[in-house]
Nanobody, 117 residues
Framework: QVQLVESGGGLVQAGESLKLSCAAS????????MGWYRQAPGKQRDLVAT???????NYADSVKGRFTISRDNAKSTVYLQMNSLKPEDTAVYYC???????????WGQGTLVTVSS
């Protein structure tokens, strides 16, 4: 069974940077689309960024130009580099592995990012 382990969250000040990592177990990583989502208190979970197995990337408008998603298939890891962080980026960030055509979709446990003003 595929598992996702996230790391890298924390407390930073506005304007600073953080890098999130999500390591996957199992061999399905290389064929899956990977994504980062976030959920702020009292709000729904929203897409932040996704990257397909072919490297096609999509960002939410709110993070374009500040966040960068990348993947390392050899390490079965997806990253989210977050620069110029804003207080409104405060949320729990979740990693997602989407291999639905093969019957698999997995969520990580979430990592908290807090940006103080």
């Amino acid at each position: 069974q595929v598992q996702l382990v996230e790391s890298g969250g924390g407390l930073v000040q506005a304007g600073e940077s953080l890098k999130l990592s999500c390591a996957a177990s199992g061999s399905i990583f290389s064929i899956a689309s990977m994504g980062w989502y976030r959920q702020a208190p009292g709000k729904q979970r929203d897409l932040v960024a996704t990257i397909t197995r072919y490297g096609r990337i999509n960002y939410a408008d709110s993070v374009k130009g500040r966040f960068t998603i990348s993947r390392d298939n050899a390490k079965s890891t997806v990253y989210l580099q977050m620069n110029s962080l804003k207080p409104e980026d405060t949320a729990v960030y979740y990693c997602n592995l989407n291999a639905r055509p093969w019957g698999t979709e997995v969520w990580g446990q979430g990592t908290l990012v807090t940006v103080s003003s």
